[in-house]
């Protein structure tokens, strides 16, 4: 059974730059099929898409987040991390990594599609 | 970005209801279109996809369908277990969007 879990400081501070680590088992993340995605939730609030990589090292930002965001992979080590620098209280949230699972659009185009298996979450304040 | 609304934002229904729950996009999917189902203090699940596929162990009272632009998670029979916020997630374009949920309650 896949299981993704989120490791990272839960408090950050203004200014500062946000990082955390999904580590995966149970699957391997130089796997073709799938990609690896981030997502965070602020207090009370819905869901937003953060960014997503692929095992070749491709990625896909969100436009609003994209000049603060990094992910990257380590294939060697099964793991996935996400740096967001210049923090603020709004970037408060539950961040979650995700499985982005993969597929092939109307163009015969494989690219990433649906989040199928998620982290437990954790929550990142940003305060001083 | 493709904007995706959801209606209602906020349902109460009793055990037994068929419950029906209308996500939009603010331009054509075609049916690149996810749900999930989020309940309280736990990570998203994923229900459906592709508008109307059942991921795999997700009870048959649940259904999905549209195309488009308009799009309809139903539960046919309401259980207690289905207290949860959804969402809808559109996958039609890189820039992935979710709807801003759906908070079901049990009357």
């Known amino acids: 059974q896949l299981q993704l879990q989120e490791s990272g400081p839960g408090l950050v501070k203004p200014s500062g730059t946000l990082s955390l680590t999904c580590t995966v088992s149970?699957?391997?993340?130089?796997?073709?099929?799938?990609?690896w995605g981030w997502i965070r939730q602020p207090p009370g609030k819905g869901l937003e898409w953060i960014g997503t990589?692929?095992?070749?090292?491709?990625?896909y930002y969100n436009p609003s987040l994209k000049s603060r965001v990094t992910i990257s992979v380590d294939t060697s080590k099964n793991q996935f991390s996400l740096n967001l620098s210049s923090v603020t209280a709004a970037d408060t949230a539950v961040y979650y990594c995700?499985?982005?699972?993969?597929?092939?659009?109307?163009?015969?185009?494989?690219?990433?599609?649906?989040?199928?298996?998620w982290g437990q979450g954790t929550l990142v304040t940003v305060s001083s | 970005d493709i904007q995706m609304t959801q209606s209602p934002s906020t349902l109460s229904a009793s055990v037994g209801d068929r419950v029906t729950i209308t996500c939009r996009a603010s331009?054509?999917?075609?049916?690149?279109l996810a749900w999930y189902q989020q309940k309280p203090g736990n990570a998203p699940k994923l229900l459906i996809y592709?508008?109307?596929s059942l991921e795999s162990g997700v009870p048959s009272r649940f259904s999905g369908s549209g195309s488009g632009t308009e799009f309809t998670l139903t539960i046919s029979s309401l259980q207690p277990d289905d207290l949860a916020t959804y969402y809808c997630?559109?996958?039609?374009?890189?820039?992935?969007?979710f709807g801003q949920g759906t908070k079901l309650e049990i009357k």
């Open positions: 990589i692929y095992y070749s090292g491709s990625t």
């Open positions: 331009q054509s999917i075609n049916n690149w």
């Open positions: 592709k508008a109307s």
């Open positions: 149970g699957g391997s993340t130089s796997s073709s099929n799938f990609y």
């Open positions: 997630q559109q996958y039609n374009s890189y820039s992935y969007t």
């Open positions: 995700a499985r982005h699972r993969g597929g092939y659009d109307s163009s015969g185009y494989y690219r990433a599609n649906y989040f199928d298996y």
